[in-house]
C-alpha cells in the first residue's frame, strides 16, 4: 500500500481556523476534534465547511484536511473515515521548522491530551541516539518520542508523536474499529506504521 501524501500537499495558510469548541476532560477516547466515534462525512462537513483537502485511497480510506487549533497552536486536523464505520481516527499535525523548538511544541500536545484524558495514564517512550541536541536527532534520523494513552474500555488510543526523520508533531486519536479495519487491510510482512492512515 502506499503512504498518504496528504500531509505532504496540506499547506496551512494565513488563513484563519475555524473556532472549534474546546473538548472538555474525559473518561474515554470516545471521538475525535468534537466528533464522536462512527459520524459521517456529511456530519463533518455541515459543522466545519468544505474540507481543504480530501483524499480516497484504493483501500476505503478517506481523509478530510481542515484548519483548527489545538493546544493553542494552529494545526491541520485530519479525519480519517471508512466504509460503514464513518469516522475512525483523527489526527492534529504540525510541522517544525530548523529554530523551533519540537521538544516545546511535543510537551504541549502531550499537555492537551493529558488534560483531555486525565484518568488514562500514559505510557512514555523516547530514544536519543545522539544524546544531546534532540530535535536535530529527529531530523536525522536518530531520535524520536511517543507518549501513548490507551482506553481498555473502548479499545480505542492516543498518541502523540515525533518520528525519526520527520519534521512534525502528531497528536492521534484511533477508535477500536480503526484498529481493527488496520488489522483486516494490512498485509502480511507489512509495517503498519507504512501503511495509509498512520
Not at 74 to 83: I, N, R, S
Not at 100 to 113: K, Y
Not at 183 to 195: I, L, S
Request: glycine residues 10%; aromatic residues 10%.
Amino acid at each position: 500500500m502506499r503512504r498518504s501524501t496528504l500531509l505532504l500537499l496540506v499547506v496551512l495558510t494565513a488563513t484563519p481556523a475555524p473556532s472549534l469548541a474546546q473538548e472538555g476532560p474525559s473518561e474515554h477516547i470516545d471521538g475525535f476534534g468534537g466528533f464522536p466515534w462512527g459520524a459521517s462525512r456529511p456530519e463533518l462537513e455541515a459543522r466545519l465547511g468544505a474540507p481543504l483537502q480530501a483524499e480516497t485511497l484504493e483501500t476505503g480510506f478517506t481523509v478530510l484536511a481542515w484548519p483548527a487549533r489545538f493546544a493553542d497552536t494552529t494545526v491541520v486536523a485530519l479525519y480519517g473515515l471508512v466504509p460503514d464505520e464513518g469516522l475512525v481516527k483523527g489526527q492534529y499535525t504540525l510541522r517544525w521548522a530548523e529554530g523551533d523548538d519540537c521538544v516545546a511544541l511535543f510537551r504541549s500536545f502531550r499537555s492537551a491530551f493529558t488534560l483531555r484524558f486525565p484518568l488514562l495514564v500514559p505510557e512514555d517512550r523516547s530514544y536519543n541516539e545522539l544524546g544531546s541536541a534532540f530535535c536535530d536527532a529527529v531530523v536525522e534520523g536518530r531520535a524520536g518520542w511517543i507518549t501513548q494513552w490507551d482506553d481498555e474500555d473502548s479499545g480505542a488510543r492516543a498518541r502523540v508523536v515525533i518520528d525519526a526523520g520527520r519534521t512534525r508533531v502528531n497528536a492521534v486519536v484511533e477508535s477500536a474499529a480503526f484498529l481493527v479495519w488496520l488489522d483486516r487491510t494490512t498485509p502480511a510482512g507489512t509495517d503498519a506504521e507504512e501503511t495509509p492512515g498512520r
